[in-house]
């Protein structure tokens, strides 16, 4: 197995040197230009000085931004991806907690990144195209990183306002991308259409998972998304066939029906994580493309993106939920009671275990501590496990069902009650787009929001005979297009702020 990141794309120089590795509208690097892009690139940050410290990314969805990934990780030091849309209020918080020694940028970026760091410590990378590489110097770096060693941080919401950043050692990503490649049997004749950007964990199978398969990507304009048809037709020229996205993005090609624009009949593998995915729009894509294989990804960035996935295999009813499945091969899980003790029927909380794990959060021990714990089975040796926060069972198959967050979970008229499920029942009515449920604690009632073409007299009625009287949403918003964040999830905590 790879001992460090670079490693998989070492291999691939030697055996796919000339292959095309990834292609944007402005240009396209093979394996071996990928490779001689990001030695040009860690040459400025191995000549300063400094290892294992944290370098800053600030760039769109991009080539630059992958070769800077991997410049970083050839000098010895990790990175953080930097959303560029991102006000400077939340950047400056990230770096109070980061304290990067150096920002990577491209010329589009530079003055907006002269707003929150020194301009002396900003790497432009266009500029360094001409310049010498040293071989000898990036070996000598490269043998000094250990796999134990930090790759990267990668920086989520915080319940107190201050981004939480997830820390990630090469371990953990190079034993998940074997595992991914050889479960999902990846290999160089596929070709990946690329949706997430990239300060989001998904796209650790979109970038290292296409370097490791030697295989082929795509970064999608992001304003293909915006036009269903123009993004099929851009799917079908260029002969995509595997895509790993949210389920949003597929959502909304088969809510406007652009199946019919041109033939998807090329993709083999359609991932989909996130989020929960609708049954009712899963059957569009399995009617529009059926030979495609349909894997269910499930987990978080704090063990390395997914922890189990779920071939879909059968069928399912609108308002069933997909099960979130099995393990990957590189880990476990359990499943505990509020009390911490395992169980293997009934409700409880997902807890993952594995060289997958990361390890913790970057400089904020106590949050670590609340979910990073001892494993509860294991009380002979030190051996950390992750809390999901998540709520699961084990079906007739196996199989773990997924049933929310914990804090998704509200006490209602004397009840315990899963939004998710609310949701998933709304998602199977016709003309019902998208969903998403909220609690209003101070009105203690449940708030709906949808889009679709359906109307909320309807919706109730048809809602009636679905859910008991005490899961009914209490206030309905019929929303002409529901919001998203950055990532292509439904803005649920912005949905929350518009409850009256």
Known sequence: MPRIMTDFLDDAVKTHP??????????????KELQEEAYRIAMPIIKSGFRKKPVALYFDKSIYCISSMMAVAYSGNFYSVIDTEMPVERINKIFEVLEPELVLTDRK???????????????????????????????????????????????????????????????????????????????????????????YVMTALDIYGTIAAKAHAYLIPKSKFLFPAYLVQYLYENKINLLSWVPSALCMIANTNAFSVADLSAIRLIVFGGEVMPIKQLKAWQQAVPDAVYINA?????????????????????????PIGIPYSNCDVLVIDEHGNPITEGVGELVVRGNSVGYGYYKDPEKTAEVFIQNPLNSCYPETVYKMGDLVRFNEYGELEYYGRKDFQIKYMGRRIELGEIEANVSSIDGVDENCCVFDSAKKRIVLFYSGA????????????????????????????????QNGKINRKLLATQIS
């Open 109 to 199: 970026h530079f003055e907006n990144a002269k707003e929150f760091f020194c301009e002396d410590r900003i790497i432009v990378t266009e500029e360094l195209n001409d310049s010498e590489i040293f071989e000898e110097t990036i070996e000598e770096s490269k043998a000094k990183i250990l796999e134990t060693d930090v790759l990267y941080v990668l920086f989520t919401s915080g319940s107190t306002g201050v981004p939480k950043g997830v820390v990630t050692p090469h371990k953990a990503i190079t034993s998940y991308i074997v595992a991914l490649v050889s479960d999902y049997k990846m290999d160089d004749t596929y070709v990946l259409g690329v949706q997430v950007p990239f300060y």
């Open 298 to 322: 499930y987990g978080s960035t704090e063990i390395t993106d997914g922890c189990t996935y779920y071939i879909v295999d059968r069928e399912f009813k609108d308002e069933d939920i997909l």
């Open 18 to 31: 000339n292959k095309a590795a990834f292609t944007e509208e402005a240009r396209s690097l093979t394996y």
């Open 454 to 485: 359906i109307d909320d007299k309807t919706l109730l009625k048809t809602l009636r005979s679905k859910l008991p009287d005490y899961m009914q949403p209490r206030k309905i918003n019929h929303l002409v297009e529901m919001p998203h964040n």
